[in-house]
């Protein structure tokens, strides 16, 4: 035999030399949930070691992750039911915690990229992402309201926004809006294949965000479809996005691998929660090993092509790297 593939697998010195992905802390958003008060940290029980953070608590975790080498957060606000409206008016009001944390965070560190969350579900007292009317997600009354939303976080300091409600023309009705504004550097991380998933969980327990009445598959996509990721994506790129996201990232890589192949922005895919519930219960049983099949959870999500990954397991991820224990 002239070809033993085995040669470059005999040791840890040869097996990186023909390592063909890497994953490094960089290329991970850590998600983090805030939400208005004083001195508290509250773990997500369906979600073991995230927790929903005030302000104050989260500042020392934030300093602590930017040693760790994580330098992207996207926030996503617990707010409480007295706020909601059907109008999301919170969402761009100036007394509103989330955009005071922007303006704080960025205030106190300028290096860090913050990442938002334009939808209306965590402030609607409907809990869907869009404008509820008779039953209804009405698409184009919900626009001028994601652009207020866009505007106020951008003027609080956010440096990418991520429009996660799946609304038609959502990004080209932001991107006028922050042009005008003069807001033409902040960048839009589009979630263009967003599927009406039941990964999301224990994300919907930590905001206390889930429809108060119907579903969202009017305007999140069908499970089952794949094509239709590049009729979005499509649209997005004419748009002025500047990622194109999937969301959630296991149950669709071959969609990620599609958007690779076929767009030259970058690409982001969202770990969700429902997807680490399921590896940190697994691994709490004894039956996996978290520190072997979570590194191999995100690679192979990098490895179907995304450039980025949102993840709750960034911090534990930038723990092992400073450990020696992953090896670009």
């Known amino acids: 035999m002239y070809t033993r593939p085995r040669r470059n697998r005999k040791s840890q010195a040869i097996r990186l ?63 409480d039911e007295s706020l909601k409206d059907k109008i999301a008016s919170y969402s761009y009001a100036e007394e509103n915690f989330y955009l005071h944390a922007i303006r704080t965070l ?76 003069g807001f033409t550097n902040v960048s839009i991380m589009s979630y263009t294949a967003k599927y009406a998933s039941g990964f999301y969980g224990p994300f919907r327990d930590a905001l206390d965000s889930a429809p108060k009445a119907g579903d969202k598959k009017t305007y999140q996509m069908n499970p089952a479809n794949k094509r239709e990721a590049l ?44 997807e680490c519930a399921m590896l940190i219960a697994a691994c709490q049983n004894g039956w996996l090993d978290f520190e072997k099949v979570m590194p191999e959870m995100l690679l192979s999500i990098h490895r179907a092509g995304a450039d980025v990954i949102l993840t709750y397991f960034a911090k534990a991820y930038a723990e092992m790297v400073k450990a020696g224990k992953i090896q670009y």
């Open 231 to 274: 009729i979005e994506a499509d649209l997005d790129i004419a748009e002025g996005a500047d990622y194109l996201m999937v969301k959630p990232a296991l149950p669709y890589l071959d969609v990620i691998h599609m958007l690779k192949t076929n767009y030259d922005i970058p690409i982001s895919a969202y770990n969700v929660s429902g």
């Open 17 to 79: 030399h023909a390592q063909e992905t890497r994953l490094h802390t960089s290329q991970l958003i850590y998600p983090i949930f805030l939400f208005d008060g004083k001195d508290k940290k509250i773990e997500v029980k369906s979600l073991p070691g995230n927790y929903r953070w005030s302000l104050d608590r989260l500042i020392p975790e934030i300093e602590a992750c930017m040693e760790l080498g994580i330098y992207t957060f996207v926030l996503f606000p617990a707010v």
């Open 106 to 181: 960025k205030e106190k560190f300028p290096e860090c990229c913050i990442m938002t969350d334009v939808a209306m579900d965590p402030y609607s007292s409907d809990g869907h992402d869009g404008y509820v009317e008779n039953g209804q997600i009405l698409n184009d009354k919900t626009l001028p309201i994601l652009s207020k939303m866009a505007v106020a976080q951008a003027q609080a300091g956010a440096d990418i926004l991520g429009p996660s409600d799946m609304m038609d023309g959502r990004i080209a009705h932001m991107r006028d809006a922050l042009d005008m504004e």
